[in-house]
């Protein structure tokens, strides 16, 4: 097995097969090396979870913009707003977006470590303090910055609003008003752009390690979630 097939492999969990095929299969080890070590686009800086594709379809940039989501089975919308923070704000900032949230949410965990492809798995926990939830979450900052197969969603759901850390350590918001949220990414120097494009808009490749699978594994059981996923 070449190099490359051990990196997608072992390492890194590519979105499509066909886009590996694309992008990354022609390319040397010197040329994946040298790809993989950048994080730094302008002034935007990138987390160790994620890496564009070889060719930049999209490049990495910080800002936010709207969306809606369609529920498939109730056709109701939702208000969307995603956004992209580089990574000397991004913790900092995701942790602001939960304070509009209540004094008591539930969460969700959401890990891809154990599938082969596209997909992941969610845990839940309802009812638990916001205060006790981030304290414990900053115990967990380099899992939940750095590791391309954890994500995270913090909602009340007798608002109901949710914010979601996902795996690409992009910041996403649900709710019917979200007026407060806007206002915290707009404090942080994020600026909204309709037509920015996001990293999950093109190829990219995810980074994990069986030392982050294990600090997973550490966070679900503080949480008290079922581990049998």
């Known amino acids: ?13 590519d979105e499509a097969d066909s886009h590996v095929t694309s992008s990354f299969a022609m390319l040397t080890e010197e040329q994946l090396e040298a790809h993989l070590k950048v994080a730094r686009y302008g002034d935007f800086r990138l987390t160790d979870a994620v890496r564009p594709s070889y060719n930049l379809e999209v490049v990495p940039r910080q800002g936010f913009r709207h969306d809606t989501y369609r529920d498939d089975q109730t056709k109701a919308t939702v208000p969307v707003v995603m956004a992209a923070a580089s990574t000397e704000n991004l913790f900092d900032l995701f ?13 969700v965990l959401e890990t891809s470590h154990t599938r082969e492809g596209r997909g992941h798995t969610d845990m839940y926990r309802e009812h638990i303090d916001l205060p006790v939830l981030k304290s414990m979450l900053y115990d967990y900052e380099d899992l939940l910055m750095n590791d391309g197969c954890t994500g995270i969603a913090v909602l009340n759901p007798g608002i109901p609003l949710e914010v979601q850390f996902d795996e690409h350590k992009l910041l996403v ?16 120097g994020l600026r909204c752009d309709e037509k920015l494009k996001f990293i999950t808009e093109a ?7 069986d030392e982050y699978q294990r600090q997973f594994a550490e966070l679900r059981c503080r949480l008290g979630m079922d581990s049998s996923y």
């Open 1 to 13: 097995m070449g190099f490359l097939k051990k990196f997608i492999r072992n390492v890194f969990r």
């Open 95 to 107: 942790m602001e977006l939960l304070d509009p949230l209540g004094p008591s949410v539930d969460v």
């Open 173 to 188: 918001v649900y709710g019917a008003d979200l007026t407060e949220f806007e206002e915290v990414l707009s404090r942080s």
């Open 203 to 209: 190829e990219h490749v995810h980074s994990s390690s």
